[in-house]
């Protein structure tokens, strides 16, 4: 793995432990290029999939904490490759809120296929696969 691939992958582990944290606003935003392109496809909770833009991806954050209290990321497999990288993911999160038959406090759990493109050090692209556990 040359240098810039080692890089990539550092930089998608410190954003998966942002996001973990609960990162919002300026310091998430740091993460991506201005121009980011953020596509998660048809999913369990997004039917239509979903395109977004940096604003779009900072308010989807505000709008996750309001309904997660925690969520975490377990890499399970990652490959990097010049200016991609390719992440297979364990995420788990914890509603704030009851959703569907889950009550406030219970655990959704999914697994992410996540691929990133980066130049100089940001996020220029993004395509999430999420694969929802039944709930």
Same mark, same amino acid.
């Given at each position: !793995? ?8 550092? /930089? ?32 369990? /909770? !997004? ?20 309904? !997660? ?5 377990? /890499? ?9 990288? &390719? ?20 655990? !959704? ?15 220029? &692209? ?10």
């Amino acid at each position: !793995m040359t240098a810039t691939e080692t890089d990539n992958l550092a /930089l998608v582990r410190r954003y998966l432990a942002a996001v973990a944290s609960g990162t919002t606003g300026g310091a998430l935003a740091a993460f991506y290029a201005p121009e980011v392109v953020q596509e998660e496809f048809p999913n369990r /909770l !997004m039917a239509n999939g979903a395109r977004r833009d940096l604003p779009a991806i900072l308010d989807a954050a505000v709008r996750g904490q309001a309904v !997660m209290t925690a969520q975490t990321f377990e /890499l399970l497999n990652a490959v990097a490759q010049g200016d991609q990288v &390719a992440a297979e993911i364990q995420w788990t999160g914890t509603l704030a809120i009851p959703f569907g038959a889950l009550p406030a406090g219970g655990q !959704m759990r999914a697994r992410f296929a996540q691929f990133f493109e980066l130049r100089a050090g940001r996020i220029v &692209a993004q395509r999430n696969y999420d694969c929802f556990d039944p709930w």
